[in-house]
């Protein structure tokens, strides 16, 4: 049976996650959704949203602030969500710097998505009506 494969994140994207509604910590490169353990947590909700959408390998090896057993790193063994894409090609490029200025068009000049709207950096998409868009095969075979 082959494994699932699990989509990479942005820092900002796993930052975003910072509520009891949706949280997501990191362990280095691995990405955690820890939504369902907040209100489960022996210390309480309060400890783990202090941490949420950031790093937490520090606070876990942190014996002052309080010892975990080996069942919080089962949790999060089975709470893996993704990986977090190294800082250095969150624009594509290995030195860090995009050339262009974020926001993808389409060949008719026309913005991709809603005008106000945020695009995706990977998928240059903003919502799920970008994906019904019709495709310029001339055009896409020149690329």
């Given at each position: 049976m082959p494994g699932r494969t699990l989509p990479t994140f942005t820092r900002a994207e796993v930052e975003a996650h910072n509520s009891g509604d949706s949280c997501y910590v990191t362990i280095g490169n691995k990405v955690y959704d820890i939504t369902?353990?907040?209100?489960?947590?022996?210390?309480?909700?309060?400890?783990?949203?202090?941490?949420?959408?950031?790093?937490?390998?520090?606070?876990?090896?942190?014996?002052?602030?309080?010892?975990?057993s080996d069942s919080a790193y089962e949790i999060l063994d089975e709470s893996i969500v993704g990986f977090l894409v190294p800082d250095k090609a969150v624009n594509g490029h290995a030195n860090g710097k995009a050339n262009g200025n974020?926001?993808?068009?389409?060949?008719?000049?026309?913005?991709?998505?809603?005008?106000?709207?945020?695009?995706?950096?990977?998928?240059?998409?903003?919502?799920?009506?970008?994906?019904?868009?019709?495709?310029?095969?001339?055009?896409?075979y020149k690329k």
């Open positions: 369902d353990f907040v209100e489960d947590h022996p210390g309480g909700p309060e400890y783990i949203l202090e941490y949420a959408g950031r790093d937490i390998e520090e606070i876990l090896k942190d014996s002052d602030s309080h010892t975990h974020g926001n993808a068009k389409l060949p008719n000049g026309e913005a991709n998505g809603d005008a106000n709207g945020s695009v995706h950096p990977r998928t240059g998409m903003s919502c799920a009506e970008d994906l019904s868009k019709d495709t310029d095969y001339n055009l896409d």
